[in-house]
Each structure stands twice: as structure tokens, then as C-alpha cells.
């Protein structure tokens, strides 16, 4: 008689309950979330890593271009704006006379707006006088 009562729940409990289904949902609708939101972020960042390489080409570019002119490089402050794949882009660039008055400080700084104060890549080098 035992035996065939065990069958007969076994039988009635082939499925689940609507508390079970409630909480396989409730977990389920948990991790959607957590993956959209880390998908959410990784695209973020995959956009602002672009933007700062792009952002550090156009430094260095602008480096290389002075290191190419012929003149060593005016005191004071410059702006200006170039255009690469695309996008505008603002430099600034900070020019200052070092302790040997043969080398001067050039600080190129990039930045997404014009009257943006974040730069998305600074960069520094020195230069020597060609005479």
C-alpha cells in the first residue's frame, strides 16, 4: 500500500508550482538585467576608448607638425581645431620656456568641444633650438 501511495505523489508532482515558476522568473529577470547593464557599459566604453585614441592622434599629429616646422616654437598660448575621420576636433596648445633657453615645454591638449574644458589626451614634449 506504501508503494502505491509514493507512486501516486509522484505522479501528482510532476510539474512545478506557481511559487517555483515565480522565482525561476524572478532570477531569470535579475541576470537580463545585469547583462544588459554590463552590455550597456561596455559599449560606453568602447566609445570613449575610441574617442581618446582618436584624441591622441591628433596630439601626436600635431607634435609631429611642429617637429617638422623650421621655427622653434612662439611663447604663449594657441587654438585651433583639425578634422580626422570625421570629427572636429580642438587643440590647444601651451608653449613655455624651460630653465635652458635653448629648449621650450609644448603641451598639446585635445579636447571633443571648443569651449570644453575636459581634455581627452594631453600630451608634452620638449623641444631644442635648431641654431
Known sequence: ????MAVHRLK???GLTLIEVMAALAIFAVAALAIVSATGEHIRSL???EQKNMALWVANN???QLTLDDKFP???DKKGN???A???WYWQQKVVKTTDPKFRSITIRILSEEKGDYALAELTTYMASKS
Open 1 to 4: 500500500m506504501n508503494n502505491q
Open 12 to 14: 501528482r508532482q510532476c
Open 47 to 49: 566609445t570613449y576608448l
Open 62 to 64: 600635431h607634435l609631429t
Open 74 to 76: 612662439q611663447l604663449g
Open 82 to 84: 583639425v578634422e580626422l
Open 86 to 88: 570625421n570629427v572636429t
